[in-house]
């Protein structure tokens, strides 16, 4: 939590370090006049069993919580499947999309936000804290995830390509890859 008390000092703001519930109903209760608390879980796989207590943690804080999951906009869209189904079992309100500065595409991140209908609250461009993190935006999350890839991308559809997935007919001058027997 060394990381979290520098970003602390950044934005001029306590940190406080929790080992379970009670600790948790504690600080809050010190924090009880604050406008915003944010609380950071630590990070682990989807797939760690602690997740659960984690979960339960926060749900046994004694207050309500809005909870919102942070996604890797880089991440494939099973990871990030598995990830909103790990930690959603509590219910969640929204999410948090980060490295949206390095992802190719955020097609399967908003994928995954619409089909579990989490919210997009935030979105993380980058390393600095604060200037990074901005609202979500709509027009640049439709942007972002319609812009059209590098001409060098293997996954850019070409047009004869394009029409065949559309039309579902044969692209006349076109070998298969894969030979079905």
Known sequence: ???LRIYGKILGVTVHA??????????????RNKHTVLIDTVGMSQRDQAVAEQVEMLCQAGKPIKRLLLLNATSHGDTLNEVVQAYQTRGLDGCILSKVDEAASLGPALDCAIRHELNVHYLAT????P????????QYLIH??????TLSSPWKLDDSELAFALSGMQTPNRESAVALG
């Open 18 to 31: 929790v080992r379970d519930a009670a600790d948790l109903r504690l600080a809050l209760s010190e924090l």
């Open 1 to 3: 939590h060394e990381q």
């Open 126 to 129: 980058g390393q600095r804290v």
């Open 131 to 138: 200037e990074d993190l901005h609202l979500a935006n709509r």
């Open 144 to 149: 972002r995830a319609f812009k059209t890839r």
